[in-house]
């Protein structure tokens, strides 16, 4: 019989090779850089490779790792040679990892491949019994990412799997190396069987020992939860014990700790709003299928559950989604997620196009980030040629190949646009069969030009700050093309351990070590802050003053009001130049208001208690809320009231509402007005009144009162006037904005409507 090819060691190290080639010529820097990717990756490859060649051979043990060995060292080699031509931040991390990954990978393929040949005569047989076996494990070990709240799996054959969700911070657990113990117990248990039937010895001994194994392994595989190599729900509804009941089928989980009656109170409105007003848009009609929602405390609780801290996560399949509670703004786009499983199919109840997905959760926002509207935004992003349609970002590989701000904007415009322009119905379709020229009549290419016009109006002549602006969000490159992600998320992970143990130089260190590498606006800050906590303020703020890389310099807008503060805290003359830059580019609405009201605080006669309540901010990193509530309470009652408008009473009254909003006390905040109690007004004192007779309003008071207005209209309602104070943040907006205030005041004034039993207007889109 003639030695089949693959039995050879030769042309399956010319096949892995080839693959570790290919990887590194034809992927991103991410992928193509030694270090996880590349590790994880080759380790699937091998994994397959060392038990294909194992189960076509049967050799002595030494040879036979020998063989694994050999075929094991070939990618790293490749990756080694193209340090000539690649850069690599992390070489030694790199290594590890491989070792880590690759190598139990490459090792369990071969002791699998190896069980099979003595198993079975027919090198044939033994050759497709591991391809299935292959093959059957690794679905087996993707599915508790499917059927679990988490989203992370470990497999054998590619070790660690962290779910398509971005963890700059990734490491190897002690999870994972009791996950590789496991891996062990399993191959012993296999290759023990084939010995077994083999042996001479007592049935005893020949039945004990795989038997004495296979207990040991399905033990093991039991107590996954507790080794944390799975997180089932059970895991989590433990650590999430309360529940809530917004909506019929709607169950929210959640930790009574961190969420006071009054907040869950506010979630299940907020709930009951957006599954109405989404069924709404989309005319979807199923209200029967259970929708679980879980609240985390914390994003580190997320990550440690679910596996991901930044993002939150919807799992359409299972009608659930897991958020932080600091994330709760998203919450509609989350839902979104959900209630389309209506109109998709099984497995994952979504639209196969990235860009149709998350583009129709985008489309439901009222705003992006609350002074530019989506579609200002979209509009900008082609004015400034950061892209030239949006026919790219429909494509999983476009979408995931672009900054996610730019992916995200673009396909929340353009499907914003199919839903306004021809209905909820051809979108619904599209979002299923993605055939853009059966659902619409026209391919997408002309469906970009209409998009495009219609975006036209928007493009109208940018001043420098709005350049400012856009550029923060825009000039900057997908994550994949960054080879130095890992090793800048480790930097940081480490600096944040040790800022938690109060070493705060070893922090400032690793914070300036991950800048070096190219971290960007989040370890630059950190490092400051390590430098703040050493009592070194003008340090601190020289550091953010002198930092000019080219990345560093698109993203400076983040700097100005850290900036500003630090020239409050070491009495400097750039304080006010820097409140002024953060008001005029105005990275977000929340940014803005802050700017505004410290600028306010900082020249007005409690100036003294302003600074010390920056100084508590700062050098503490969390304000105790008793402390805090002291110097707001101070700065109240030491003010001297003004005749005119007063821009320091409606600071340190918008500071005491976000206090007690942040304590959960809400009721409490929506009582405490900015714009003068009911007292006040009906003995004709109310603020409002000198605003509307006052001539001295810049256009940065008329934004910030605009802004204070749609952030009262949000908090829970009692006796106040939610549409007065929507009207009025209408009247006080600068035209400039006033798009964004129009959408925000649309969806509160839609919500506020539906809470008292009146059907609200149906949402009907605007237009540039």
């Not at 929340?412 to 299923?432: A, C, I, K, M, Q």
Request: aromatic share 12%; charged share 20%; with cysteine.
């Amino acid at each position: 019989m003639q030695t089949p090819l693959f039995s050879r060691l030769w042309p399956n190290a010319v096949l892995i090779g080839a693959v570790s080639i290919i990887e590194i010529a034809f992927s991103s820097p991410l992928f193509a850089t030694l270090g996880f990717e590349y590790s994880a990756l080759m380790a699937l490859s091998l994994s397959f490779v060392c038990g294909m060649e194992a189960s076509l051979n049967k050799l002595a043990w030494r040879s036979r790792l020998g063989r694994v060995l050999t075929l094991w060292s070939i990618p790293l080699l490749v990756s080694l040679l193209s340090l000539l031509w690649l850069r690599n931040c992390a070489l030694w991390d790199g290594i590890i990892l491989y070792f880590e990954i690759a190598l139990p990978s490459a090792l369990l393929g071969g002791a699998f491949g190896a069980a099979f040949s003595m198993f079975f005569r027919s090198r044939r047989t033994s050759f497709l019994v591991f391809v299935a076996f292959w093959i059957v494990t690794l679905v087996l070990s993707l599915l508790p990412g499917y059927t679990n709240p988490q989203l992370f799996t470990y497999g054998w054959q590619y070790g660690f799997f962290p779910g398509l969700v971005w963890d700059e911070a990734l490491e190897l657990s002690n999870a994972y190396l009791l996950f590789r113990a496991e891996n062990l117990v399993w191959a012993a248990f296999v290759i023990s069987i084939p010995i077994a039937i083999g042996s001479t010895g007592s049935l005893l001994k020949r039945v004990g020992i795989p038997t004495a194994l296979a207990v040991a392994a399905f033990w093991i595989l039991s107590q996954n939860d507790l080794f944390q190599i799975t997180s089932s729900h059970a895991r989590v509804e433990h650590s999430l014990s309360h529940v809530s009941r917004p909506a019929q089928g709607c169950v929210v989980h959640y930790d009574s700790a961190s969420l006071t009656a009054e907040e869950i109170e506010q979630v299940n409105a907020d709930i009951r709003w957006y599954l109405y007003d989404v069924r709404q848009r989309f005319l979807l009609r199923d209200t029967s299928s259970p929708i679980n929602i879980y609240i985390y405390p914390s994003t580190e609780t997320l990550n440690e559950l679910v596996g991901t801290r930044a993002a939150s996560i919807a799992k359409p399949w299972l009608g659930e989604l897991h958020i932080a509670k600091g994330n709760l703004h998203s919450l509609k786009h989350e839902l979104t997620h959900i209630l389309l499983r209506e109109k998709a199919a099984w497995p994952f109840y979504a639209s196969w196009s990235t860009g149709l997905t998350e583009g129709a959760a985008m489309s439901v926002e009222p705003e992006f980030d609350g002074i530019y509207s989506l579609d200002e935004h979209a509009a900008r992003i082609l004015q400034l040629h950061y892209a030239s349609g949006v026919k790219p970002v429909m494509a999983f590989t476009g979408f995931a190949a672009n900054a996610s701000t730019k992916s995200y904007v673009l396909a929340g415009s353009f499907s914003r646009y199919l839903l306004n322009t021809y209905g909820p119905e051809h979108f619904d379709r599209v979002y299923v069969t993605l055939n853009f020229e059966k659902e619409y009549g026209k391919p997408i290419d002309s469906l970009d030009a209409e998009w495009k016009r219609w975006l036209a109006p928007l493009m109208t002549p940018l001043e420098a700050d709005d350049s400012e602006h856009f550029r923060y969000y825009y000039d900057r490159a997908s994550i994949i093309f960054n080879p130095c992600l890992r090793r800048i998320g480790k930097l940081e992970r480490k600096a944040q351990e040790a800022f938690g143990r109060k070493g705060y130089s070893d922090a400032e260190r690793l914070y300036r070590d991950a800048v070096t590498a190219g971290g960007g606006i989040g370890p630059l800050v950190g490092e400051s802050y390590a430098i703040l906590m050493q009592d070194k303020d003008e340090r601190a703020l020289e550091l953010l003053d002198t930092s000019r890389s080219p990345e560093l310099q698109k993203q400076r807008a983040a700097l100005y009001l850290e900036k500003a503060d630090l020239g409050v805290l070491t009495h400097g003359q750039s304080a006010q130049a820097n409140y002024a830059s953060a008001e005029r580019v105005k990275i977000s609405s929340g940014q803005f208001i802050l700017a505004y009201v410290r600028s306010v605080l900082d020249t007005s006669d409690v100036a003294s208690i302003f600074h010390t309540y920056l100084h508590h901010l700062y050098h503490r990193r969390t304000l105790d809320d008793s402390i805090r509530r002291v110097l707001i309470d101070s700065m109240a009652s030491m003010h001297h009231r003004t005749e005119h408008f007063d821009r320091v009473a409606l600071s340190i009254r918008f500071l005491q509402t976000s206090m007690l909003q942040q304590m959960g006390m809400l009721t409490k905040a929506a009582e405490l007005d900015p714009f003068g109690n009911v007292e006040e007004e009906a003995n004709g004192h109310s603020d409002i009144d000198l605003f509307l007779k006052t001539e001295s309003l810049t256009a940065t008071d008329s934004l910030a009162i605009s802004a204070v207005y749609l952030h009262f209209a949000t908090l829970p309602e009692g006796d106040r006037r939610v549409l007065g104070e929507l009207l009025q943040a209408e009247v006080y907006c600068p035209q400039k904005y006033a798009r964004t205030v129009r959408d925000i005041s649309d969806e509160i004034d839609r919500q506020w409507h539906f809470r008292h039993g009146i059907p609200p207007t149906p949402y009907r889109g605007t237009s540039p």
